[in-house]
């Protein structure tokens, strides 16, 4: 079984600097997907940004980028430029590359980050 | 696309009661994915369906749970016999089966809490 770990409950940052959230893996399989998601408070969870495991090359999207180490199974979220409206829970989750097999597309959540953003 | 609908935002009841939650996925989505998230974590996956089928089901999904899919259209949850452990936000998410791993859509969830 997959297992998520993020060892940073909560995290803070400074209104327009750069903040890491940090989460690592654990999975036998060598094709699969990792996911950043954002919940605000009392808000639904959102997509923040997708990484393929086949794809050497970090995603990105606008501010948000991705550290992806396969080897080391790491999967790191950076901020750039922080915003008020980036204070939320962050979740990290893995899941199974769809192959006609029997994952069916389920996600593996880490704990959570909550991150807040000072102004 | 209205997005993922979870029914009723939160429902208060005393222990020993069942419950009901209704979700409504995007249209079209044939996929249906029920989690559940206790204060402070993050979601675990409780249940699957595939259209109508109900195909996984998670160790978490005890006897006093059961999830339905008719139709292949909304889904509702049960929960018999209300235990104090079953205060959680109950997640629910939808994807489409034709868009490869296309990233999973959720609802606001609903928020359940045993007196």
């Known amino acids: ?119 | 696309d209205t997005g993922v609908s979870q029914n009723p935002r939160h429902k208060i009841t005393k222990r020993g009661q069942n419950v009901t939650f209704r979700c409504d996925p995007i249209s079209e989505h044939n996929r249906l994915y029920w989690y559940r998230q206790t204060l402070g974590q993050g979601p675990e996956f409780l249940t699957y369906f595939q259209n109508e089928a109900q195909l996984e089901k998670s160790r978490l999904l005890s006897d006093r749970f059961s999830a339905e899919r008719p139709k292949g259209s909304f889904s509702t949850l049960e929960i018999q016999r209300t235990e104090q452990g079953d205060s959680a936000m109950y997640l629910c998410a939808s994807s489409p089966w034709w868009v490869p791993n296309q990233p999973q859509h959720f609802g606001d969830g609903t928020r359940l809490s045993i007196l």
């Open chain 1, 1 to 119: 079984a997959q297992t998520v770990t993020q060892s940073q409950p909560e995290m803070s940052v400074q209104e327009a600097e750069t903040v890491t959230l940090s989460c690592t893996y654990d999975t036998s399989e060598s094709d699969y997907y990792l996911f950043w998601y954002k919940q605000p408070p009392s808000r639904q969870m959102i997509l923040v940004i997708r990484q393929e495991a086949y794809k050497q090359q970090n995603a990105t999207e606008n501010r948000f980028s991705v550290n992806f180490q396969k080897a080391a199974k790491s999967f790191s979220l950076k901020i750039s430029d922080s915003q008020l409206g980036d204070a939320a829970m962050y979740f990290c989750a893995y899941r199974s590359a769809d192959a006609g097999g029997t994952s069916y597309g389920k996600l593996t959540f880490g704990q959570g980050t909550i991150l807040t953003v000072h102004p």
